[in-house]
């Protein structure tokens, strides 16, 4: 992982030998057919194969086999820390039966890689893990086929053991000798013969992530690490508010200082780059002194909670359920409540940073962008260079929860260096305008409606979610920031929701509670106060808050014990099993109350097709403060076929510490003018004195089903399974996110 | 002329003597281990060890560490042979993104070499200075705990070298 990380074309094909002959990603026309995977529209194509093999068919834009026997993996898909790039690696390594040290990588480059769309919405595994599985499945019948032909005996008789293919009377085959150019230049096929789980020898086992030695000593591993040669350092000046125009720049003294290299102007895009990194924030700061910019008029909205302003502007409306029909009656007791979400930040701990290298005709860019092929298509259009003229490497960069500033610093990167032919350009934003300028997670209102009967069963329910767009994500150029300021700019994509059954503001909209009688609305918000893009669950982190909340409000108000009452309106066995482990894990029913601890429940399974995840927790509520503690939180997850337990486990309690932040702290602040949370005073986020005690995962693994994807399932359980606990705790129902001092104190007031 | 040892190698500054010591360390000595998070000393990113104390290298110009001792996350290890908080770290897989565990690890190497036998929860409150976003809290902690338990074992108080920050 210590090796360098910049490799340039050349490398490339050496490394790969005389196999490169005849290797393409895709079938000539299909690049233009194939439609890259959106924000958990996920790879779709017209063939019935596994994954992405859909788009990218040829087993080996998946697998490569060296002379040498080893193999390398090739995945469309990006190392965010999340760990894919290790549990791909056991999935090929497992049908190939090969030690997983004789299998590398290569994540997300468009010179070299599948274009798998965007690494998102929970699809790495059911996208790429399916393919490569698949593939590497093919890769075994493919060298085992060729030894048979060799020896001239049915390949039934043979077996593959430690990168060879072996015959009964001990002759053998290393898959180096059984490799052509040509053999694995084939399109896969619909079924190919996959090992049973069963014999898994290291599908299921916690393989340490390779990624981790030199994250923890110092290896040059993230994209703010690349020290090209000759490489500059830039910086941007934003404008001090959104639609702020640069009036007039005096640069003179800046240009002429020892060390500067550039001061890059076009419009309202504004960068300079130095020889040092100092240097360059050093002139970035008096560049910005010297930069006159025009006052916008004050524009956003200042009503609070933000959830309700968004509700004030137009919208269209989409039934995306409606069963049933409202009963009348007079026997049914009614409930209705509102519940809001403000904007709120990715808030990478490193700010956004790119590397661009403008190398005779070929920019190529290193970045940490979640989609390198949308990515390379937007700067392409920036600069009016055809996308084969631009190459984009995802390189690992600070946490990534979404569209954050990624996207932007590689327009940013790319800008400068075209005004700096030959020499590679590294630009890093700041804390200040990472903060400013991300696209946030939408503020949002929602209203859930219901009517329990006289057994205390759901007859009616009614739910509405009001929401802007959860994806602005590049494709066009418009999506990046630099874009929009250039002096021949480009407009920002149009908003578009994205559709049922994966939806965006109205992911997880519909429970998945069998209700007889049900109508849920999208009101879709096309105008966006703020910059707004997809973070980390998108709606669905506002809706299964506002679902799981509403059903405990149900429950309580009826006198039902909360899980029971989930279980009364649950069909899908697999739901039933996660609801039930996590309360017999968490001890529901037997463990002593603590006081001053309230408990709470919340259940959901991410976008009604990925993971199940049951979340249950005890919260400390201090009533002289309104502090709130998540002291402990117990989570069961079934994400089908388990590959690394342990990076599961991981994703998932990073998910509900994360919420838990989001939760109790997180609210982007602004004022008519802009945006004012723009660092960690202006906008904290969780800190080690509010750390759980505990946090336990338990995983229902579910050998030989198909993966469903983990990595967001667990943000919206444990939003509601807090405030449950608020109210179990204290009677009092939070129904505005996050639930702050302020608002607790509030409620328990009345 | 300024000299800071880094990493038991004693550099000459050459730069500007207000640079921060974050920027001097990444680009005149081109060391990774720290990290740029907000440039104002709140998220802890860019933590190093100076005479044992650990010290956010952000916000501090090269110009004030004249003569002194800086120890960096390289200083404490590689892959191929990590220190023991390094190891503790991985054996825990103690990391997601992984761009906040440099400053976690020096800040926790600050605190056990002063405390050796630090509780658990002082390394909570060691820890508060620096943010993590991934949600990797309940594995730092284990990973130092499991740190701390294997640098005692590995050498008892009797004899247990002067660290550094200890000579002063």
């Known amino acids: 992982m210590t090796a360098p990380l910049v490799i340039d074309r050349r490398t490339v094909l050496r490394g790969t030998g005389a196999l490169v002959l005849g290797f393409a990603l895709r079938p000539v026309g299909a690049a233009e057919a194939a439609e890259p995977a959106g924000e958990g529209g996920g790879a779709t194509g017209p063939r019935d194969l596994p994954g992405s093999l859909k788009t990218t068919p040829l087993v080996d834009s998946w697998i490569r086999v060296a002379a040498d026997g080893n193999v390398e993996v090739l995945t469309g898909k990006a190392e965010l820390g999340q760990g894919i790039a290790t549990a791909l690696v056991q999935l090929a390594a497992e049908e190939l039966d090969l030690p997983l040290a004789r299998v590398t990588i290569r994540t997300a480059d468009t010179?070299?890689?599948?274009?798998?769309?965007?690494?998102?919405?929970s699809h790495s595994m059911q996208d790429s893990g399916s393919a490569i599985r698949a593939a590497a499945a093919e890769v075994r019948g493919l060298l085992v086929g060729e030894a048979a032909t060799r020896w001239a005996v049915p390949a039934e008789a043979l077996r593959v053991e430690g990168g060879a293919v072996l015959a009964p009377d001990g002759r053998r085959f290393g898959f180096g000798d059984l490799v052509s150019a040509t053999l694995l230049h084939v399109e896969a096929t619909p079924h190919p013969a996959l090992k049973p789980p069963g014999r898994y020898a290291v599908v299921g086992q916690a393989v340490p992530r390779r990624d981790i030695p030199a994250k923890v000593t110092g290896g040059a591993i993230y994209v703010q690490?690349?020290?090209?040669?000759?490489?500059?350092?830039?910086?941007?000046?934003?404008p001090p508010a959104p639609g702020a125009r640069l009036q007039s720049l005096d640069d003179a003294a800046v240009r002429a200082t020892p060390g500067v290299v550039a001061v890059v102007r076009d419009g309202d895009f504004l960068a300079v780059a130095a020889e040092t990194e100092w240097g360059a924030v050093e002139a970035m700061r008096r560049l910005a002194a010297a930069a006159r910019w025009s006052t916008p008029a004050a524009s956003l909205p200042t009503d609070r909670p933000a959830g309700r302003a968004i509700r004030a502007l137009p919208a269209r409306d989409t039934v995306i359920l409606d069963r049933g029909a409202p009963p009348a009656g007079d026997g049914l007791r009614r409930f209705a409540s509102d519940f809001t979400r403000p904007y709120q930040a990715h808030g990478s701990i490193g700010?956004?940073?790119?590397?661009?290298?403008?190398?005779?005709?070929?920019?190529?860019?290193?970045?940490?962008?979640?989609?390198?092929?949308?990515?390379?298509?937007a700067i392409a259009e920036m600069l009016g260079f055809p996308p084969a003229r631009v190459r984009c490497i995802h390189t690992q960069g600070s946490g990534c929860y979404g569209h954050n500033g990624a996207d932007d610093a590689a327009g940013d990167a790319a800008l400068v260096a075209r005004a700096l032919p030959g020499r590679p350009v590294r630009l890093q934003l700041m804390r200040e305008q990472e903060a400013a300028w991300e696209p946030f997670g939408p503020a949002m209102l929602t209203r859930a409606e219901a009517a329990l009967d006289a057994d205390g069963r759901i007859a009616d329910w009614s739910y509405g979610v009001w929401s802007n767009t959860h994806n602005m994500r590049p494709g066009g150029a418009g999506a990046l920031l630099a874009a929009r300021l250039l002096a021949k700019p480009f407009a920002p994509p149009e908003p578009k929701p994205i559709p049922q059954p994966e939806g965006g503001g109205d992911r997880n909209a519909i429970p998945l509670y069998a209700l007889p009688n049900a109508r849920v609305t999208h009101h879709f918000v096309p105008d966006m106060p703020l910059r707004?893009?997809?973070?980390?669950?998108?709606?669905?982190?506002?809706?299964?808050?506002?679902?799981?909340?509403f059903m405990d409000e149900l429950a309580r108000a009826s006198a039902q014990d909360p899980i029971a009452f989930r279980l009364r309106h649950l069909d899908d066995p697999r739901a039933r099993d996660v609801v039930a482990r996590a309360r017999d894990e968490a001890a529901w029913t037997g463990r002593p109350r603590v006081p001053g601890r309230g408990r709470g429940f919340a259940f959901a399974r991410y976008k009604n097709l990925a993971a199940y995840c049951a979340v249950a927790v005890e919260v400390e509520v201090d009533r002289d403060t309104g502090?709130?503690?998540?002291?402990?939180?117990?989570?069961?997850?079934?994400?089908?076929?388990?590959?690394?337990?342990?990076?599961?486990?991981?994703?998932?309690?990073?998910?509900?510490?994360?919420?838990?932040?989001?939760?109790?702290?997180?609210?982007?602040?602004?004022?008519?003018?802009?945006?004012?949370?723009?660092?960690?005073a202006t906008y904290p986020i969780l800190r080690f004195d509010a750390v759980p005690d505990t946090v336990e995962v338990h995983l229902v693994d579910r050998p030989g089903q198909p993966f469903l994807g983990c990595g967001e399932c667990g943000q919206g359980p444990t939003a509601a399974a807090i405030a449950n606990a608020v109210a179990d705790a204290t009677g009092a129902r939070l129904r505005d996110l996050p639930l702050t001092r302020e608002r607790v104190l509030a409620a328990l007031a009345v | 002329m300024t000299t800071i040892t880094v990493n038991g190698s004693a550099h000459e500054v050459a730069v500007d003597p207000t640079t921060p010591l974050l920027y001097w360390l990444r680009d005149a000595l081109g060391l990774n281990g720290a990290k740029y998070g907000c440039g104002l000393g709140q998220c802890g990113a860019c933590t190093v060890v100076v005479e044992g104390e650990a010290v956010m290298s952000c916000v501090v110009p090269v110009v004030a560490l004249d003569g002194k001792h800086v120890t960096t996350l390289e200083g404490l290890g590689t892959a191929d042979a990590p220190g023991p908080l390094q190891r503790a770290f991985i054996d825990e897989q103690a990391a997601q993104c992984g761009?906040?565990?440099?400053?976690?690890?020096?800040?926790?190497?600050?605190?056990?070499?002063?405390?050796?036998d630090a509780s658990d929860a002082e390394i909570r409150a060691t820890l508060q200075t620096n943010l993590c976003r991934c949600g990797t809290h309940m594995r730092i902690l284990k990973a130092v705990r499991r740190g701390a338990d294997a640098m005692r074992a590995a050498s008892p108080p009797a004899a247990r070298p002067v660290r550094l920050g200890d000579a002063r």
């Open chain 1, 111 to 121: 010179a070299t890689t599948a274009d798998e769309g965007y690494t998102a919405g």
């Open chain 1, 225 to 238: 690490d690349l020290r090209p040669a000759g490489m500059v350092h830039a910086r941007v000046i934003r």
């Open chain 1, 351 to 377: 700010p956004s940073c790119a590397v661009a290298h403008l190398d005779g005709d070929t920019l190529t860019v290193w970045t940490h962008t979640q989609g390198v092929f949308p990515d390379r298509a």
């Open chain 1, 532 to 549: 707004v893009s997809a973070m980390r669950a998108l709606g669905a982190y506002a809706n299964v808050f506002s679902i799981e909340s």
């Open chain 1, 627 to 680: 502090r709130l503690r998540l002291a402990r939180a117990v989570a069961a997850v079934d994400g089908g076929q388990v590959v690394n337990p342990d990076g599961l486990r991981n994703q998932i309690e990073g998910a509900i510490l994360q919420s838990m932040s989001w939760t109790l702290y997180e609210e982007v602040g602004f004022d008519a003018a802009g945006v004012t949370s723009v660092d960690w």
């Open chain 2, 99 to 116: 761009f906040c565990i440099p400053g976690m690890i020096m800040r926790a190497e600050a605190l056990l070499a002063r405390r050796p």
